[in-house]
């Protein structure tokens, strides 16, 4: 065993931290039910064991009939490690909504740990590994991710993996070739798009590396196994199929919103461009000596987060902040340096207090920054909102964990649990797939657009979701005849955009007690 492993094993902060991880990434994993996407993996690992294979349908509903299937209505628009993740805890412990979100939960504790041996083994610094660690086990935005039955918690855990064993691989050492080619293949099954840019990321660093003709060959050789591995599948999962066109426009549009998300919720760009020209000696060798082993490691996290972010910013047709969650890890290595570097200069004080903001809260990432640009006239008319307040995500996370969470679909699901009778129809604008997963016994009309909900059919039970429903449509005269034939129900549930996204800029860590209620719909029937 390596002294640094043994310093990993011994270190105090490693088995606390993740202790806290366990208990927050675990805790009331069954609060709020599944919302649309979650229930996609869910529902599609269900199948798996009624079928053996991801099949999008299930004899009563499909998933997405929008999007291209294989023969037998095999999924293709995700890779399927993280649906037979789901369908493994469903044989384990029964369908639900916590066994459908535990399989995750528990990789990303995995992934805390890796997080703390990629530091550990990149950089040799203990400082900047717990910090990484500790940033890890607060960042509420990436806890959230974690805890959401999707492929957020497996792809981090295996990027962590594939720089790891690439680490290894750089370094000749044993069996590093073989554990590569698995970690790359993982990654791939876990998300074949995340797998382009890590692997570009590795393959570029190795370049930067000078390896020598040797070196070439043993990449070569990795390369080979990789590809005929994963091409095939590659090929069948028809991976293009998530670019649709490109522009210049959208280029423009996904930069500013990458840089936006970054700043707010993981890395505050701003601030440490502003602390970087203020005080230039300060980061002064902080990556370590030219061509020093050091070098090498910040220069594959480089690698990794500007890879990664070119093909986010010019590759997928759409753009979400749940895409940069396998950056997250490297970003905060990268701001672990920065805080180690001030503990090192004997700023304990000034270090703690700075490191407490940053995790605590998002003054340093958003509201202190539009506070003071609030005062500027000019600019305070440009802010997407006019009241600023300070937020601490992990006091609301915590709220969270404490507090029974309760969307539309719980809503919905309890009163058609009670009330529906199994062959029913429903027709529903959005989430339709939670009711897939929550009530498998009733046909769900298919909609491939939102528009199709404004065509003419009755169904037994029709659910409005306000911010879902076609333009006009409750000034149609369609509506009018379903005035006249169903009766009205309001549910105790608020009528909001979501069940509950992950994403930080929307998720909601408590039950809005503001929102109209859900309506539901129910078919008169002959008296």
Known sequence: MTKKLRQARGDPWLLLLLGAGALLLLSNLGNGRLWQDEAETAVLGRNVLHYGYPRAFDGINQVNPALPLQDGYAWTYHSWLPIYLAAGSFALFGVDTTSARLPFALLGLGALWLGYRAAQRLTGDRWISRLTLLTLTTSVPFLLHMRQCRYYAPEVFFTLWAILAYWRFLHQKRWSGAEFVLALTFLFHADHGIFLPVTAACGLHFAF?????????????????????NLPWAIYLEAWQHHKAFSWKEVSHHLQFYFRQINRFI???VFWLILGLARRRFFKGLFGEKDSNQRSAWRLVGC????GLIFLIFVPEQRHFRYLVFLIPWLFMIQAAFL????????????????????LTDIIHYSGPSLLAAQIPGVREKLSSQEVRCRSL??????????????????????????AEPGE??????EEISLFFYLPDLKVEPLLTLDQFGQETYPDWIILRRDWLPSGFLDSPYYRKIEGRYRQILLDAPDIPWQNRPDPGYHRFRTNAQAPPVIILRKKRPS
């Not at 990794?304 to 890879?307: G, I, K, N, T, Y």
């Not at 992990?394 to 009330?419: A, M």
Request: include cysteine; charged fraction near 15%; charge should be positive.
């Open 267 to 269: 890395f505050p760009i």
């Open 340 to 359: 180690a570097r001030w503990i090192r200069s004997g700023r304990v004080i000034v270090a703690a207090c700075l490191t407490a903001l940053l995790l």
């Open 304 to 307: 990794l987060v500007a890879v």
């Open 209 to 229: 590396s000078q390896p020598g003709t040797r070196g070439w060959v043993r990449a070569g050789a990795v390369a080979l196994l990789v590809l005929s591995l």
């Open 394 to 419: 992990p006091l609301e996370f915590l709220g969270e964990l404490t507090h029974p969470y309760r969307g539309p679909i719980d809503g919905i699901v309890e009163s058609l649990q009670e009330q």
């Open 425 to 430: 129809t429903v027709k529903i604008p959005y």
